[in-house]
Nanobody, 115 residues
Framework: QVQLVESGGGLVQPGGSLRLSCAASGTIYSISTMDWYRQAPGKQRVLVATITLSGHSNYADSVKGRFTISRDNAKNTVHLQMTSLKPEDTAVYYC?????????WGQGTQVTVSS
């Protein structure tokens, strides 16, 4: 059984920064792609960033140039460095992986951008 645990959310002022982390535990050999999604109140969950095993990353247009995804394959962790945060970045952020034909989600971490 695979578990994902996120950390690092919180309240930050516009223009501020936060770093989210997600640790995968369980019997894991290699995770091909790791993702971050977010879900704002009353909206659908959307993909924010994704990173492959080799380190290739992609971002939603709304966060390009402000967010950076990274991973540590030895520790099965993925991070999301968020800078120049805006009120519209307020959401619950979820870590996600597909592993051995199953989809796994973390419990989510709240990010609130407000003055």
């Amino acid at each position: 059984q695979v578990q994902l645990v996120e950390s690092g959310g919180g309240l930050v002022q516009p223009g501020g920064s936060l770093r989210l982390s997600c640790a995968a535990s369980g019997t894991i050999y290699s995770i091909s792609t790791m993702d971050w999604y977010r879900q704002a109140p009353g909206k659908q969950r959307v993909l924010v960033a994704t990173i492959t095993l080799s380190g290739h990353s992609n971002y939603a247009d709304s966060v390009k140039g402000r967010f950076t995804i990274s991973r540590d394959n030895a520790k099965n962790t993925v991070h999301l460095q968020m800078t120049s945060l805006k009120p519209e970045d307020t959401a619950v952020y979820y870590c996600h992986i597909n592993y051995q034909f199953s989809s796994y989600w973390g419990q989510g971490t709240q990010v609130t951008v407000s003055s």
